[in-house]
């Protein structure tokens, strides 16, 4: 979309025009020279598309009679209110589209109207039509709804009037989902990002993506703004692994547990730690296949180095601290006091503030937490693997002739030699080969989704189903690939 019209840039006004595009960004050029090097905060346009509020704006370029900017948010304005916008305005009301969520709800929008119900009620001639459809009433489908938030799918409708004019048929009726958030607490703009893309990860996981949107709506009170956001909402849309045909899962398998999974996930989403496993996980956009590898790799990981942490009973329990004391001092205490200190010095742990007996006073907390935390960092990736995988999917799948040698007894410990020789150019031996790659970074996804959806509340047999059903579509697209790779390479 380009937008062409007079900018104000701090009182001064200017030709120029901005151009959005899909690729989500937001440029404005003006046909003028403007050394402003610090960031503006907002800049005003009257275009042909009505007005325009620029937020955050970097001075990019500076050319010959004209001077280039790149601005976080573009905002359109449908009619005149009386707040003031700018980037730390907060809004309680929301909605976006979702392009790929209708068909994946798959809820019937029509059905055959009734002659004999209503049969009495009309006499003109045009509803003694057998095949005459009604719009039906689809309720609000809740994802959460408590104190602070709610938020929930709702169909709207509405008719595109050119198109009536031209052909009067149902292509021009719309009937199709938003997503709405409601806030007690009003949130800036940035933050309603966080929740969107949030939002969207979490249907992104049971749809196999989600695509970009390219606007959202704000409003307050009397008045609503379309804003174009320069940040990312799209979820997997690089790695979609053929789910346009066949989606990762369907709404009705957990139709009636959607709020309860929702609201599990929105509670691990608060988590900083599971955030920024779900970062590592939803940046596998990558088009080189070995960062998707890395990446899918470091997301499992990171759950099961969370989900492992040392607990309080356990640096606590007496008996594991003497048995700790035991295996550290080989059961001789002659100077117990200085071998503590020099063990704890050795490990980086000691505080140059504290005095012997501070030491000794933290000696079952510190030495515990060390040598628990040492053997977590230990446990091979490939044993963290294994244990995650629950319905067998990697044992079940693997083959001999996917690696360069077969040399371990346990075939999980190629991941983790892969995963090596990718991040430390280790040496090739007990890796995957090339073309099985993507075999493998499937498997590990699948692993790790099954893991997610686990921890937000989906029972077993539906997660056995889901993934085992899914596994075997994979391994279909995969064959496929596979053979058009080495076709390619031949």
Not at 17 to 23: D, L, Q, S, V
Not at 119 to 131: H, L, P, R, V
Request: charged share 30%; aromatic share 16%.
């Amino acid at each position: 979309m380009k937008c062409y019209g007079s900018w104000n840039i701090e009182g001064k006004e200017t030709i120029g025009k901005c151009c959005i595009n899909e690729k989500k960004s937001i440029n404005l050029t003006i046909n003028d020279i403007n050394r402003i090097l610090n960031v503006i905060s907002r800049i005003d346009g009257k275009t042909d598309k009505g007005n325009i509020i620029l937020l955050k704006n970097y001075l990019t370029d500076i050319h010959p009679q004209e001077s280039k900017y790149f601005c976080e948010y573009a905002i359109l304005e449908e009619k005149i209110h009386e707040e003031e916008i700018n980037i730390d305005s907060k809004f309680n009301y929301i909605k976006y589209k979702l392009n790929n969520l209708e068909k994946w709800l798959n809820i019937p929008k029509f059905e055959n109207w009734n002659y004999a119900e209503n049969e009495s009620n009309y006499n003109d001639d045009m509803f003694k039509i057998k095949n005459i459809i009604k719009l039906r009433n689809i309720e609000k489908i809740y994802l959460i709804n408590n104190n602070e938030i709610k938020i929930y799918i709702e169909y709207e409708k509405h008719i595109d009037r050119y198109l009536v004019e031209k052909d009067g048929n149902l292509n021009s009726f719309y009937y199709e989902p938003y997503i709405h958030i409601e806030y007690r607490n009003p949130k800036t703009l940035y933050e309603i990002d966080q929740d969107i893309l949030m939002i969207n990860r979490f249907f992104s996981i049971f749809i196999g993506f989600a695509d970009e949107i390219p606007y959202y709506y704000v409003g307050n009170n009397n008045f609503y703004l379309k804003v174009y956001s320069r940040f990312i909402f799209a979820c997997n849309v690089e790695d979609k692994r053929g789910f346009e045909q066949k989606y990762f899962t369907e709404f009705e398998v957990i139709k009636s547990e959607i709020s309860n999974l929702f609201g599990n996930w929105y509670k691990l989403y608060q988590d900083k730690e599971y955030k920024l496993i779900f970062d590592f996980y939803f940046s596998s956009n990558s088009t080189i296949i070995e960062d998707k590898y890395l990446l899918v790799c470091k997301a499992l990981e990171s759950m099961y180095n969370k989900e492992n942490i040392i607990k309080e009973e356990q640096i606590n329990n007496e008996e594991k601290i003497n048995e700790i004391k035991n295996i550290l001092f080989d059961g001789n205490d002659n100077n117990i006091e200085e071998k503590i200190k020099a063990f704890i010095s050795n490990n980086n742990l000691a505080k140059t503030n504290k005095n012997i007996k501070g030491f000794v006073k933290e000696i079952p907390r510190v030495i515990i937490e060390y040598l628990y935390n040492k053997y977590l960092n230990k446990t091979s990736f490939g044993t963290k693997i294994q244990s995650y995988d629950e319905f067998q999917i990697y044992k079940d799948k693997f083959e001999k002739n996917d690696v360069y040698t077969g040399e371990y007894e346990n075939i999980y410990d190629y991941a983790g030699k892969t995963r090596n020789y990718f991040t430390h150019l280790s040496e090739i031996e007990n890796t995957y080969k090339e073309n099985k790659l993507i075999k493998y970074i499937m498997i590990i996804d699948l692993i790790f989704l099954n893991k997610l959806l686990d921890r937000i509340g989906l029972d077993e047999k539906k997660r056995e189903k889901i993934i085992l059903d899914d596994e075997s579509y994979m391994m279909i697209n995969i064959k496929s690939f596979s053979t058009s790779s080495n076709e390619t390479l031949q």
